[in-house]
């Protein structure tokens, strides 16, 4: 069983920054995935990015450049930082775990899922 709980989302204008974090507790925070989804309204979550257990990184084509994802295994931390922000980029970002340390892009490779923290970037 793992906990997972994000912070740091607001409102900001476009092209501003913000900086995404999750905790994690219940387990080995550095034998899991752990990605970034988002949903906006009436629409499905979709995969933002991901990190293995170590530095592999993934990205959507949508935030590639933009957005930068990270961890901190001491903290049992997950961040993601989120710069040249666009009014497409709101949404509800979740964190999520993996069972395993690889990397997925699709939700069904997550176990674990936090409550998302709101995004809204104005024009």
């Known amino acids: 069983q793992v906990q997972l709980v994000e912070s740091g989302g607001g409102l900001v204008q476009a092209g501003g920054s913000l900086r995404l974090s999750c905790a994690a507790s219940g387990r080995a925070f550095s034998n899991y995935a752990m990605a970034w989804f988002r949903q906006a309204p009436g629409k499905e979550r979709e995969f933002v990015a991901a990190?293995?257990?170590?530095?592999?990184?993934s990205y959507a084509d949508s935030v590639m450049g933009r957005f930068t994802i990270s961890r901190d295994n001491a903290k049992s931390t997950v961040y993601l930082q989120m710069n040249s922000l666009k009014p497409e980029d709101t949404a509800n970002y979740y964190c999520a775990a993996a069972v395993t340390p690889q990397v997925s892009i699709l939700p069904g490779g997550y176990a674990y899922w936090g409550q998302g923290t709101q995004v809204t970037v104005s024009s």
């Open positions: 990190i293995n257990w170590g530095v592999r990184t």
